[in-house]
């Protein structure tokens, strides 16, 4: 199994990535006997790190939060449903890039704009990322459905960056509380993955399948981190608005 440094991710991320490693563990090993003790320890880790992100929204922002969310919400549903439709276009050029498009939400998820804040927005970034690369970019701009993710691309960074101007207003007070959350989540996923990684060399089976199926979980988030790195690292080195390289 691949080393997860959660160190590289956000904590939304960290809290989306355990929750996924904690329903593959459930789907498929929850009755070993080192799981059923290790595995309660990684749910209250996960659920104090809800717990700590919930305290760094005030009640008062909760409703600008919402109407974020919504605006980012009729975006996606845009963007999905034009690409649907499309792909039932009697034009073979139109109907061919729209269904490779639609293959995409379905793997991604459907019905993401139904998730919570936190796999939402992890959902949508990895959404964007695979859009924004071939052969979809190339699809996007067939069926003419660019601006669609334009829209929802200016949604995505006005949601986060609501907030996380909210929880900057609070970092001081609460990111200790994250920062104990996030340690303790490392700690107790790092012993069940061993665990599990061992296991899958000598019993093979279930625990073989499961350290596959947490690999690709691992994978999707580093990719989703390392993609972020490379934004911000290409944004630092932008020459500013009105000068020339």
Same mark, same amino acid.
Request: charged share 25%; net charge neutral; hydrophobic share 40%.
């Given at each position: ?16 990535? #355990?929750? %996924? ?26 659920? *104090? ?25 009729? %975006?996606?549903? $845009?963007?999905?449903?034009?690409? !649907? #439709?499309?792909?039932?276009? $009697? ?6 890039? #729209? ?28 959404? +964007? ?35 996380? *101007? ?8 609460? &990111?200790? !509380?994250? %920062? ?7 700690? &107790? ?6 665990? +599990? ?16 199926? +947490? ?11 390392? *993609? ?5 690292? *290409? ?11």
């Amino acid at each position: 199994m691949k080393s997860f440094s959660t160190s590289i991710l956000t904590s939304n991320e960290v809290q989306t990535a #355990a929750t %996924r490693v904690d329903e593959i563990i459930s789907a498929n090993i929850a009755a070993d006997p080192f799981i059923t003790k290790a595995q309660p320890l990684l749910k209250a880790s996960i659920a *104090n790190l809800s717990l700590a992100h919930g305290r760094t929204i005030d009640s008062t922002h909760v409703k600008l939060l919402a109407e974020k969310d919504m605006v980012r919400d009729t %975006r996606y549903l $845009a963007l999905r449903d034009f690409c !649907k #439709a499309m792909s039932a276009d $009697a034009d073979a050029a139109l109907s061919v890039p #729209a269904h490779l498009l639609v293959d995409i939400f379905k793997v991604l998820g459907w019905s993401m704009h139904l998730e919570g804040y936190a796999n939402e927005s992890s959902l949508i970034q990895a959404l +964007i990322d695979k859009l924004e690369k071939a052969p979809a970019s190339a699809a996007l701009t067939t069926i003419g459905a660019t601006a669609r993710l334009t829209g929802l691309k200016n949604a995505q960074v006005d949601f986060e960056t609501t907030y996380k *101007n909210k929880v900057d207003a609070k970092a001081k007070e609460e &990111y200790p !509380k994250i %920062r104990e959350c996030r340690k303790s989540i490392a700690r &107790y996923l790092g012993a069940i993955l061993g665990y +599990i990684d061992v296991m899958a060399e000598i019993d093979g089976g279930a625990f073989k399948a499961t350290s596959g199926k +947490i690999d690709e979980v691992i994978t999707e988030f580093e990719t989703i981190a390392h *993609n972020r790195q490379t934004r911000k690292k *290409n944004d630092d080195t932008k020459p500013p608005t009105g000068t020339t390289k």
